[in-house]
């Protein structure tokens, strides 16, 4: 742990003490920081922070969403806000958060979990778009369940299979960093040259396409289980020290025996139930999938799985990134998804009927669609389209 900046740790230590941010320099695999990223290439960088990805992770005064600071005693509705955590039971206030999750489409409230030193998810979260509390029953130690996704350079540093409480994490740094997309940066930092770091934009579409599946994926993990002893929702290096690396990793192989990913492991199949598991009624099994052979997603974090299915993928046509742009290129500005499609159909297809939203993210809210299904007959349901508003004027 020598490698971690000890500032850093000192600076963390009462938000996260049961694992480790930074770094104030390369970690020992070579990451450095977005900050690091910003000195050379100040555009994508600006364009970057403007996105959800560097927003994911907040403090509470930088992220709680108006609608929550002012509504956390009770809803509009009368439905009461948050008012503990979810593995201890212990009452908790809106002064005792220490991170916010998410804001476009919801938002949920961790605190300190002091049996871990870790965080603790409250009982509920906030629905952006119908402005209202709803309950959330997550529990688990973030940083042992979502952490991996929700920030870049994630690694485990300890692990003990009998003892999973005891494990310790650390990441470089919160949020999808660009480290996360392109992989560690200290090489290309010393050296200036691009082959020293992974470019999407220059890989084949199946590789561009597998960094984002890598977090924009439904899985059950039962190599590695959370501090609570479940199995995890997300999947960690499977060498203890070591973090993801885009372009050199290929997560789909790491451990695939102790893994459930439908639609990924060729042994599980989308077009199959899982009961009993975080995969139940995870996809649509009903005779539109049957016909077209495409199952669109009942739940989020499906996206890779429905875009694997699809022609747009099996032909070599598009990868993730040739429709979302993660920050802005050569001066261009961000691309805009849904124009993208009109570039190569016209107006052939009409967007919202391909892609309907149809995997539930909170209660009536739903993600879009990726298996670009043209004879698609969801209507799909609402989705989240205003930029959030924030409880502490910036």
């Given at each position: 742990?020598?490698?971690?900046?000890?500032?850093?740790v000192?600076?963390?230590?009462?938000?996260?003490?049961?694992?480790?941010?930074g770094?104030?320099?390369p970690?020992?695999?070579?990451?450095v920081?977005?900050?690091a990223?910003?000195?050379c290439?100040q555009?994508e960088?600006?364009?970057?922070?403007d996105?959800?990805?560097?927003?994911?992770?907040?403090t509470l005064k930088d992220?709680?969403?108006k609608?929550?600071g002012?509504?956390?005693?009770k809803d509009p509705?009368?439905?009461?806000?948050p008012t503990?955590?979810?593995?201890?039971?212990q009452?908790?206030?809106l002064?005792?958060v220490?991170?916010?999750?998410?804001?476009?489409?919801?938002?949920?409230y961790?605190?300190?979990?002091?049996?871990?030193g870790?965080?603790?998810?409250?009982?509920?979260q906030?629905?952006?778009v119908?402005?209202?509390?709803?309950?959330y029953?997550?529990?688990n130690?973030?940083?042992?369940q979502c952490?991996?996704?929700?920030?870049t350079?994630?690694r485990?540093?300890?692990?003990?299979?009998?003892n999973?409480?005891?494990q310790?994490v650390?990441m470089?740094?919160?949020?999808?960093?660009?480290?996360?997309?392109?992989g560690?940066g200290?090489?290309?930092?010393?050296?200036?040259?691009?082959?020293d770091?992974f470019n999407p934009?220059?890989?084949?579409?199946e590789?561009?396409?597998?960094?984002?599946g890598?977090?924009?994926?439904?899985?059950?993990n039962y190599?590695?289980?959370t501090?609570?002893?479940?199995p995890?929702?997300?999947?960690?290096h499977p060498?203890?020290?070591?973090?993801?690396?885009?372009?050199q990793?290929?997560?789909?192989?790491?451990?695939p025996?102790?893994?459930?990913i439908?639609?990924?492991n060729?042994?599980?199949?989308v077009?199959?139930n899982?009961?009993?598991t975080d995969?139940?009624n995870a996809?649509?099994?009903?005779e539109?999938?049957?016909k077209?052979?495409?199952?669109?997603a009942?739940?989020?974090h499906?996206e890779?799985q429905?875009?694997?299915?699809?022609?747009?993928?099996?032909?070599?046509v598009?990868s993730c990134?040739?429709c979302h742009?993660?920050?802005?290129?050569?001066g261009?500005?961000?691309?805009?998804?849904?124009a993208?499609c009109?570039?190569c159909?016209?107006?052939?297809y009409?967007?919202?009927?391909?892609?309907p939203?149809?995997?539930s993210?909170?209660?009536?809210l739903?993600?879009?669609?990726?298996?670009f299904?043209?004879?698609q007959?969801?209507k799909?349901?609402?989705r989240?389209t205003?930029?959030?508003?924030?409880?502490?004027?910036?």
């Amino acid at each position: 742990m020598g490698w971690i900046a000890v500032a850093a740790v000192a600076a963390l230590g009462a938000v996260t003490a049961g694992c480790v941010t930074g770094p104030s320099g390369p970690t020992a695999d070579g990451f450095v920081g977005s900050d690091a990223c910003q000195k050379c290439h100040q555009a994508e960088y600006r364009t970057w922070k403007d996105t959800y990805h560097a927003k994911m992770i907040r403090t509470l005064k930088d992220g709680l969403l108006k609608g929550a600071g002012e509504n956390w005693a009770k809803d509009p509705k009368g439905t009461a806000g948050p008012t503990k955590g979810n593995i201890d039971g212990q009452a908790y206030k809106l002064e005792d958060v220490q991170l916010v999750v998410g804001s476009l489409w919801k938002q949920r409230y961790l605190v300190k979990n002091p049996a871990t030193g870790n965080l603790q998810f409250m009982d509920k979260q906030w629905n952006s778009v119908h402005k209202q509390w709803e309950n959330y029953g997550q529990k688990n130690d973030w940083e042992t369940q979502c952490a991996t996704c929700h920030a870049t350079g994630y690694r485990l540093l300890s692990y003990d299979p009998a003892n999973p409480a005891a494990q310790k994490v650390a990441m470089s740094e919160h949020n999808t960093g660009c480290e996360a997309c392109h992989g560690p940066g200290a090489k290309h930092v010393q050296s200036g040259k691009g082959a020293d770091l992974f470019n999407p934009g220059k890989a084949s579409k199946e590789q561009a396409s597998l960094v984002c599946g890598y977090c924009h994926v439904r899985k059950e993990n039962y190599s590695f289980k959370t501090a609570q002893d479940h199995p995890r929702e997300d999947q960690p290096h499977p060498v203890v020290g070591q973090t993801f690396k885009a372009g050199q990793d290929d997560w789909r192989k790491w451990y695939p025996d102790k893994m459930l990913i439908p639609g990924v492991n060729p042994a599980q199949p989308v077009s199959k139930n899982y009961p009993n598991t975080d995969l139940n009624n995870a996809f649509w099994l009903d005779e539109q999938a049957q016909k077209s052979g495409l199952h669109d997603a009942r739940k989020h974090h499906e996206e890779y799985q429905e875009f694997i299915q699809s022609s747009h993928y099996k032909k070599n046509v598009l990868s993730c990134s040739d429709c979302h742009s993660p920050h802005a290129v050569a001066g261009k500005a961000l691309s805009d998804p849904k124009a993208t499609c009109e570039g190569c159909h016209g107006k052939k297809y009409d967007v919202s009927k391909i892609m309907p939203g149809t995997g539930s993210t909170a209660a009536n809210l739903f993600v879009a669609t990726h298996t670009f299904n043209p004879n698609q007959a969801r209507k799909g349901g609402p989705r989240a389209t205003s930029a959030p508003e924030y409880f502490y004027k910036k």
